[in-house]
Structures are given as structure tokens and as C-alpha cells.
């Protein structure tokens, strides 16, 4: 992945607009394009406006300094793609194919008044820049552009230019921040776009050379790196009455030479805007990528237009002495952006469409040109100017609305109504039950244990042990039984150990400081213990990780807590030691924004530390930082009470478990918390980053989810993939401090390209926000519960009651139309005289199998203890496979090796799966020891 800038938000000219790389790799592999279907619901007019996107290469010429490439020979002189795309995912397919996975991009907004007499036909009699309750055109453009364009621009940093209004008309662009500062995301761009639109004042004529030479002054300054330049209009670029048939406007004109300018190639500059795949490939051909060519075009962006009086019935602000319309004016009232457009007793037909006046005769007096309606002259009119701009234009136009699809085969089963308590944790012990437990503090459950306490009757406030706040629930005969806690676990934390019990620290109030156990059982007699020791400190929204040398774990961190120590106490000096990195992340106006820290343990030993947005990797040993890594990119924190969502993808016996790459996705904006506490709600992040934290070379690759997203459980599945589920869409972490609540999950399939990796998945009917938690089961459902942003146990009346429902999220891979390639009575037989299985290890995995294998694994799983959107432990291995023999009747032997060190497999119970094709089996527990 070379050829990719680092863009920073700059005051003034673009000097500091820098590239890291400049190799390319062009791949010739094909692949066919799947069809798929639009999975947004139709919008309340007929469709966005257009978007037309234009990739400006950068003109060539060799720097002094820099050293000659050689051209690259292609198959065949453009390397044309077809124009049949159906939606993004073949459109970034392509371009991968081509060598290119990511770029930078540029966004240029249509000011013009034919938005006006657009949105009069198609938006209600309203501009399609009105701003109002509902999202307009443009908004839902935006949106859906930051959904599908956004993993192109690997920085996240886009230039935004307005053009066509009253300040810019057809000779100037302004920049969306005063000091032509970048906006960061399409959030971003989103949010400013809405500050902009009430202080406009629409006009024209609309051309767009004055956006696309703008670009390619961006390109010339960036040292002449691959953009994406896209231009979001309603309609075609103006013609006047002046202009004869079979020629081109001025305005059209103009936009032609700037596309000319910017290829320094005519050839290139018609027919390369065909297709983005084309172009790209085309730059290689024409050895212009990364270099400069010839004059080059320098344009200064005008700052956000500042008219001065706001009145509607003002006179037109005047333009700068220099400024000569191309098209006849007249005076007339400018009315704002965000002005309803009413009719008048005048027809439509008696208006003209680019200024929205009375016309004149065929020439309106405005001296613009209006098509008629026949489709022959619409048609004629077109091709000219589609030859030019109008094919990407349509290429767009049709994939926008179909970039993700809804994926309906994954199915929901409510499995309880009443689970009695809130499942704000919750964990998967190797015999197949469930430890779910809440918060003693809360009062009443509902699972009431007696109706009398000392002689008196259980009330709100009384003795916690009138009501069960922890249960386990019985997978098998999907019932529940009652636990019993002595001290709060409210927030706390829990890691299992190499013998399977669960060791579970902190809490609040008197739970603070104390170290609990629960050790599984099989006869229904098994409940959770405190010890007499305790903690150094009280612990509250702290994260704990198994440490397999230790046999035990390392809790970190803390409400107001900059700490770690060790369970059980590690030899050495007693504890708690010191952790800089949370004094630094620390926000004390946002409660921390930093509590519930991300652990990971990487395969070279050393710990992963992850808080707010900054991350370490630690020796905890030594006690020493090994490593700092760098920022990741976004507007907000993704800690507690920001709180996102992170896993370490599945580690692979092909590089001998080496390769470690974390992702964090989604989170929320930064000022939040303060914000709820107003009971404003901030949209949240959208945002996942990956970064490979072995190695020497460490950076964030971002790409958006779908939506927006915080509080989700992120679990990694058999199939390698990855649900993100539960959560909000606004807001923050807390009570009460969150709106629009997550119902769909998403699928994260990470061997995809960029941009096919996001699936949407059926949305559940059922709020899951504060204190849900989600878990994988060993028969490959996903079991979902909890959700309580009350402090109390409140069932109707507010927003969002207490959630008692127990339901489980059924994969696709589980329909019984795969059971031809499902693996089944899936056995694994450790090595003789042995009670498990020694790292390095050969051991056996039997199954049945009624097909032959297609692409077959096996993997493992540590399940994890999941809280607050942490699951804490979770990993997957996929493990070496010597052979497999076929007996008869559909036996399978399969001769499987475990990792080779205890950092790559830490000592314990895994969920061992078979998968075949595709289709995971159901698990069995295998011990590493």
C-alpha cells in the first residue's frame, strides 16, 4: 500500500502537505462482482443529488532531487473497466485490483440557485439545501459518501469547498473553515456543512473549473499524490443562449480546460474520467503520479462567505471589483439556503431553473438556456457534456445508495422474558453455563430470593440477600438459578484462570477492593467465594488480563486509580505500581475518559495498553514501556465514558502466531459526557482503526462502520469475522447519557478489501445500550442481555427500561441448509496419559463430515469475561492442521498442533471449532497446558 499522503489542517497554503510513500503495486487478478441489493430504505424525494466524482493525478514533472521512474506497461494502453458497476464494493474492488487502496479526498458543494427550482420539483417545494428536522439531499449524500468513500482517505483529513454562491459564483471557491484548515472525517464535514448552509445565499452560474483547479492545486502542493475529487451538485454545469449548437458554454468550456490542465493529456482528460480504476492506471502509463508537469494552476480558496446583514430583503452583496459574470444579471432578492421555496400564481414552466425568476422570452432576460423536455434534446444536450464528466457522474449515482448490504439470513430468538437480574456482566465457563451477575447497589432485582429479611420484609435499601444479583443460566435447559454476592460488583472486572475458575476483582463500596472466585461446576451447587486478601487500592472501572507465566492476573487502572498490581502478589515489591500513561490520558471534566482501559497480551510477552486514544506496549515484568505508539486519528476518546469497543484479530500458525494487529472501532465524540449531563447527545464515532503491534512499523488504517457506534461488544466469531453489537448511536457512557440506540449488528469480515468488509446485519427490536454484554456460545449462537442506563431496576415510564430479555442472534452458517458442509460430533483426543494439551503438541480432532472438505481449519477460542463493551481474555488461534484421513461413513481424522508458546495460547479452556467451507461447527472445550 504505497502512494498514500498524510494530510494535516493547515492555516493558509498547503506547504505542509506531505506523503510517506510513493510505491504503488498493480495487481492483474480478477474477480467477479457480486450483485447486490439496495439496503436503505427510499428516501421522502426522488434521490440525492448527483455526485460526481473527479480522481485529479497530479501533471508530471521530475523534481530536481527526485529520481527518474521507469514507466509501467499495462496490458493494453488504458486498461478500460466497463461501466457496470452496481455498488462500491466492485467500484473499490477494481481500484485494489488496479494498486490502489487508498487516496486523498477532496469535496466540492453546489451553492447554485438551481437548488432551488430542483428542490421545488423533487423536495417538498423546499431548496435542497433547507435545513429543518428531516436530513436534506445534500445531508444524506454526505452521510452516505462518509460511509462508503471515507476508507479511501486514509487520514481522514478532506479539503471542503463550497462554490456557486454569491460569493463565489462561477470564478471562486470558498473553504469551509476560515483558515482553510481540512475538515477531519465526514462528520466533520457533516457538522460544518449544517453551520454554513443558514449564512448562504444561493446565485450562480454553476461551473465547476474554479473547484476542479482548486484541486489541482491541492494535488501540485501535496508533491503531485493520487486524489479523489468529488463534487456533490444538483444539476449540469450552465449554458448560455449566446452558445450555438455543437459548442460549448464558457462555463463548460472552462471546466474542460481544467480537466485538461489537470491530465496535461487531452486524451487523458476525456475519456480517463470514464472509470476510476482506468485513471489510476492510466497515471502509471503516463508516469505523472507523484510528480509535475508544466504551469502550474494556483488558486487561493475565499474564506466562509460573511454577507454581512442577514436580511432577506437586503441588496446583493457586492463581489470583489474583479469579479465579471459570465451571464447577464440582474438585481433581485437572494433569498438565504435555508429558505422554503413557495410557489407562485407563475407556473413552473414560466421559471428558469438556474436562477429561479421569471424568464423572458427562451432567454429568461437572465441569459440562461433551458432545456426543453423532449429526451431527444435533453439527450443531445447531455452527451456532450457526459462525454466529458457525466459517465463517472452515473457510475456514482447508481452505487451510492448500495454500498452495505442487510444481510436478513441471520435471525433473532428471544430465549428468556425474565433473567432477573441485569447482565452488565457476563462470561462462558468450559461446562456450557453462563455467569451473569449486576451490581448489588441497585435495590431490588427481579429475582427475589426471600420475602423476609431479619424478621422484616425485603424493601428497596433492605440486605442484598432478599434478591439474587448474579445468576447462572443453563444453556441446555435455558433456565437460570440463583448466585450469591456478599460485596458490590458494580463495574468491575474478571479474567478466567488456566483451571477454568473465573477470578473476578473489584467493584464498588465495600466491593472495591475484594478478589472473588467462581469455580464451575456441573451439579448445580457451585457459587461464587470472596477472599480474605484484597486488593492494594479500591478498583472500580478497572480491566484485568490473565498473565500465563503468573498464573494470574494484572488489574489496571481505576476511578481517579493510576495503577496497576497483581492477583495473585507478584514476588516482587508489593504494589501498586505506577502507569504514566493513564496520568496523561486523563480528563477530569469527562470522568476520566480513560477508566476501563484496553489490555491485550501480544505474542512477544508484553502487554498492550490502551486508554483514551493513546496506547503503550508494556513490559509489565520490567515495568516498562517498550513501546509508544501513535494517536488514534478521530475526534473523540474511546475509553470509558467515551467507551468503544476493541479485539486482537485472530492469530494464525502461518507466521508461527508472531503477527499481532488490534482494532478499536467507535466510540464517542469528544465533549460527550458534559454534553448528556445537558441532555444533549453527540453523535458518536463511526471510526475503526487497525494497527499490527509486533514489528517495527506502526500506524492506524482507519475506515468507517456503517453508522456510528459506542457501548457495542465486539466478539470474534469461528469464521474469523467479527460482530459488533449492541450499543448507542449517540451520546455517552452512563446513566441515562445515551439516545438512539444500535439495533443492527454489524459483520467485520477482515480479509476483505477495503470497503467490502462492513455488513449490516437484522436488527433486534430490543434496546441494548448501558450495561448489555453479548457473548459467543459454544454452539454458535450469540447470546445478548442486559441494558440498564437507570440506577434503579425500572420496567416502564422512561426512555429506556431495564432489559430482562435473554436472546440469542442466529448466524447464517448455522441454517440447516449447510449442514452438507457442516462438521459435526466434533471430539478432541489429547495425547496419551495426558490431561490436556502441551504447547507445540500434536493432537487428534475427529468429526463427520458428509462432503468433502472445502478450505479446512480449526480454530480456538478463549472466551472472554465481557463488561462495559471490554471482552477481556478474547482470542482466536488458528492452528496448524498436519493432516486429515477419511474413514468411513463421513469419520474424519484430523491431526491439529497447538501454538507453540504460552503467549500465544496462555494456559486454559478454548472453544475448539471445525470449520469447512465456511461453516463452523458446533465447539468442544480443549485444554492448553
Known sequence: MG???????????????????????????????????????????????????????????????????????????????????????????????????????????????????????????????????????????????????????????????????????????????????????????????????????????????????????????????????????????????????????????????????????????????????????????????????????????????????????????????????????????????????????????????????????????????????????????????????????????????????????????????????????MAVTHHNNVVIFDQTEAGPSKYRLRHQHKGKKCRTGDDASCYAHSVEYNVLKNRVRALHLATDTWCSSGSFLSNGSLLQTGGNGAGSRKIRYYKPCTNSRCDWTEQKKQLSVRRWYASSLYLPQENGVIVVGGQSVFTYEFVPKSSGPRGPYNLPLLHRTYERNSKGNNLYPILHLSSDGHLFIFANRDSILFDYKRHKVVKKFPTIPGNGGRSYPSTGSSVILPLDHNDNFTKVEVMVCGGAAHGSYVAAQQHKYLMGLRSCGRMVITGNHHRWRMENMPGPRLMSDMLILPTGDVLIINGAKRGSAGWNSASDPALEPYLYRPSQLVGRRFQVLKQTKISRMYHSSAVLLPDGRILVAGGNPNNRYILRGVAHPTELRLQALVPDYMSNRFDHLRPKNVTVVYPQHSTGVKNGETFNVSFRLASEPQNLSVVAYAPPFTTHSLSMNQRMLRLECLSLERGSRGLVEAKAVAPPSIYASPPGFYMLTVVNGGIPSRSSWVKFI
Open 3 to 425: 502512494g498514500k499522503s498524510s494530510k494535516r489542517a493547515v492555516s493558509g497554503r498547503y506547504s505542509s502537505y506531505g506523503s510517506s510513500s510513493n510505491s504503488w503495486a498493480y495487481s492483474q487478478s480478477q474477480s467477479p462482482y457480486p450483485q447486490s441489493p439496495s439496503p436503505y430504505p427510499q428516501s421522502p424525494y426522488p434521490q440525492p443529488p448527483m455526485q460526481q466524482p473527479y480522481v485529479s493525478p497530479s501533471p508530471s514533472q521530475s523534481y530536481p532531487d527526485r529520481v527518474p521512474t521507469v514507466k509501467r506497461k499495462l496490458e493494453r494502453k488504458y486498461s478500460r473497466i466497463d461501466d457496470n458497476y452496481n455498488n462500491l464494493e466492485q467500484v473499490t474492488d477494481a481500484l485494489v485490483r488496479a494498486g490502489l487502496e487508498s487516496s486523498n479526498l477532496i469535496v466540492g458543494v453546489d451553492f447554485t440557485k438551481s437548488n432551488e427550482w430542483t428542490g421545488a420539483r423533487s423536495f417538498h417545494r423546499r431548496s435542497l439545501h433547507h435545513i429543518g428536522n428531516d436530513i436534506n439531499p445534500y445531508e444524506e449524500a454526505i452521510s452516505i459518501i462518509g460511509r462508503t468513500l471515507a476508507s479511501f482517505d486514509e487520514d481522514n483529513l478532506i479539503p471542503c469547498y463550497g462554490f456557486g454562491d454569491a460569493s463565489t459564483h462561477d470564478q471562486e471557491v470558498f473553504s469551509f473553515y476560515p483558515d482553510e484548515k481540512f475538515c477531519d472525517g465526514f462528520e466533520d464535514v457533516l457538522r460544518r456543512y449544517r453551520e454554513l448552509v443558514p449564512q448562504l445565499r444561493l446565485a450562480g452560474p454553476t461551473s465547476f473549473a474554479p473547484i476542479i483547479e482548486m484541486a489541482v492545486t491541492i494535488v501540485e502542493q501535496s508533491g503531485g499524490q493520487y486524489h479523489v475529487l468529488l463534487i456533490i451538485a444538483d444539476g449540469q454545469v450552465t449554458r448560455s443562449v449566446d452558445t450555438d449548437r455543437g459548442q460549448l458554454s464558457p462555463q463548460e468550456r472552462r471546466t474542460v480546460e481544467a480537466i485538461v490542465k489537470a491530465r496535461k493529456e487531452a486524451e487523458f482528460a476525456l475519456s480517463a474520467l470514464m472509470e476510476i480504476p482506468s485513471q489510476y492506471k492510466a497515471t502509471l502509463e503516463l508516469n505523472i503520479l507523484g510528480a509535475r508537469r508544466g504551469k502550474v494552476i494556483d488558486r487561493v480558496s475565499l474564506p466562509p462567505p460573511c454577507y454581512g446583514s442577514a436580511s432577506l430583503g437586503g441588496p446583493k452583496p457586492s463581489r470583489s471589483a474583479t469579479f465579471q459574470p459570465i451571464a447577464p444579471t440582474f438585481q433581485r432578492k437572494e433569498p438565504s439556503a435555508n429558505t422554503n421555496y413557495h410557489g407562485t400564481s407563475t407556473s413552473d414552466s414560466n421559471l428558469c431553473p438556474i436562477c429561479i425568476t421569471n424568464r423572458k422570452d427562451m432567454a429568461f432576460g437572465c441569459g440562461h438556456q433551458f432545456l426543453s423536455d423532449s429526451p431527444m434534446e435533453r439527450r443531445r444536450v447531455s452527451c456532450r457534456l457526459l462525454e466529458r464528466l457525466m459517465l463517472v457522474l452515473l457510475l456514482l449515482n447508481r452505487v451510492v445508495g448500495r454500498t452495505v448490504g442487510v444481510d436478513s439470513h441471520w435471525n433473532w430468538k428471544l430465549l428468556l422474558n425474565n433473567t432477573g437480574v441485569v447482565a452488565m456482566h
